[in-house]
């Protein structure tokens, strides 16, 4: 009888220390305990020398939460759509150095020098800014995916647990997406104050002053943009690069100052300048296809790459249509 009460009495002992032990502990990973989830989005916790974790907070630049908020190292690299958002960022500057300098100067054939520099310059900014990221001295680059957009805008989602204390969490969720465009620009801006001067000095009689100081103005309008909507850019910049291409090509199609299609298509295509910058404008629609694509279904996506010329010729074609002298007015 009093076995048998010793008995139960260590077998209640037991199952109570089992259940203790199961209430305290919350998920295994490995000998690791984790504890349990931080508020917010973005909150997690490092995992100390000791092998305990901290307490609720920011992840390292390069880190990002994991499911159970324990901040996890990113190793891998950025997906071809973020290359080709990097590629847009860089190639928006690029087209803007180019469009003023031709804009803020009436000569335009000596100008060749400063859109060559222009060039220059943003390969040698795009090579150091690779250099310069994670890991360092080396074409590669080390990446958090992005999940969502709100990823862009960490600094929005700092929890107020019971709307007492807030628990600061703002971090580069999207590292390094986020600040490796304005780098980029910066590095732009030190390498045109290095080089574009000089040019413009030595080769064209200070001609190249004026697009210098409109570079000045638009690189960090480019930095406030990024940091703005640069969750945004993310995801409609194939759409803004396809719609832009569009409208700037008939634009500059309409500059002709002969409207119809024979002296259309020789101003076009026989001058070298307008020749040129045609061609630009097809490699940014070809740019905003691929990059909306991703060429997913080649069969189906490279077959569209053909389109690309067709909003020029299809201009120059129903020119005489759309003239305004050809549009009756209704009294």
């Not at 990097?86 to 690029?94: D, E, H, K, V």
């Not at 390969?123 to 990446?143: C, G, H, K, Y």
């Not at 960490?154 to 465009?181: A, F, G, K, Q, W």
Request: hydrophobic fraction near 45%; proline fraction near 6%.
């Amino acid at each position: 009888m009093f076995s048998q009460i010793k008995f139960k009495y260590k077998i209640s002992i037991w199952l109570f220390t089992v259940l203790v032990i199961g209430n305290s502990a919350t998920v295994s990973n490995g000998s690791v305990k984790v504890p349990e989830k931080c508020p917010g989005l973005y909150c997690g916790r490092i995992t100390l020398d000791t092998g305990q974790f901290s307490e609720c907070g920011a992840c390292p630049r390069g880190y990002q939460p994991d499911d159970v908020s324990v901040c996890r190292r990113c190793d891998t690299n950025p997906t071809f759509y973020d290359w080709m958002f990097l590629g847009f960022m860089a190639i928006l500057s690029l087209v803007l150095h180019w469009f003023f300098i031709d804009f803020t100067n009436k000569i335009k054939g000596s100008l060749i020098v400063l859109h060559i520099s222009a060039l220059i310059e943003s390969v040698l900014a795009a090579i150091f800014t690779v250099l310069l990221v994670d890991p360092m001295a080396e074409f590669n680059i080390r990446s958090c995916p992005v999940k969502q957009l709100s990823d862009w805008y960490s600094m929005l989602y700092n929890p107020s647990p019971n709307y007492t204390d807030t628990i600061h969490c703002t971090r580069e969720i999207v590292y390094p997406l986020y600040t490796i465009s304005m780098v980029y620009y910066a590095f732009s801006l030190v390498l045109m104050m290095l080089i574009r001067p000089f040019l413009s000095y030595k080769f064209l009689d200070k001609k190249g002053t004026n697009s210098i100081y409109a570079a000045l103005y638009f690189h960090p309008i480019l930095i406030v943009l990024q940091a703005v909507f640069g969750g945004l850019l993310y995801y409609a910049f194939p759409y803004i690069v396809i719609v832009l291409s569009i409208v700037t090509n008939a634009t500059h199609l309409a500059s002709s100052p002969d409207q119809n299609v024979r002296k259309l298509f020789k101003w076009t295509f026989c001058d070298a300048r307008n020749l040129t910058i045609i061609i630009g404008h097809w490699f940014l629609h070809a740019f905003g296809i691929i990059a909306m694509t991703q060429l997913a279904d080649p069969y189906i996506h490279i077959p569209l790459l053909a389109l690309v010329p067709f909003p020029t010729i299809f201009y120059i074609l129903t020119v005489q249509f759309t003239h305004p002298d050809h549009i009756e007015t209704v009294s």
